[in-house]
């Protein structure tokens, strides 16, 4: 499990720069940076809508498809603790792993 703190507020499932989800995906097939990552898991907070209910999990199970990060094994994040980054998204595209480290580095 892995600690994770987000700053997309505009998500529907962020409350106070934490992520109310259990589990979230991050995706980054071939990545080598953190801007080639993304949470796709981000579901964009709409005007009206009611934020998640839930209280914010601080222990989230992390499945990341960022084959080439150091962290990841098996398609699972071991890092401790992340950040999710994208404080403006509107879509998932505009959000990144910023604690991405690439092998190669
Ligand atoms: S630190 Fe690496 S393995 Fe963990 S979620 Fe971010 S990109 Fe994926």
Redesign the pocket.
């Known amino acids: 499990m892995t600690r994770l703190d987000c700053t997309v507020t505009g998500c529907m499932y962020n409350k106070e720069k934490c992520c109310c989800k259990d589990n979230i995906q ?1 995706e ?1 097939d071939h990545a080598k940076h953190s801007r080639d ?1 993304c949470c796709s898991s981000f579901r964009e907070q709409k005007e009206g809508m009611s934020n998640c209910v839930n209280y914010p999990t601080k222990d989230t199970d ?1 499945a ?1 498809k ?1 084959t080439d ?1 150091t ?2 094994e098996n398609c699972h ?1 071991q ?1 401790k603790h ?1 950040g999710i980054a994208g404080g403006n998204a509107c879509e998932c595209q505009e959000t990144e ?1 910023a ?2 480290r690439c092998k190669c580095d």
Do not use: D, W
């Open positions: 991050v980054g990552t992390v990341c960022a990060c962290f990841n994040c890092a992340i792993c604690t991405f």
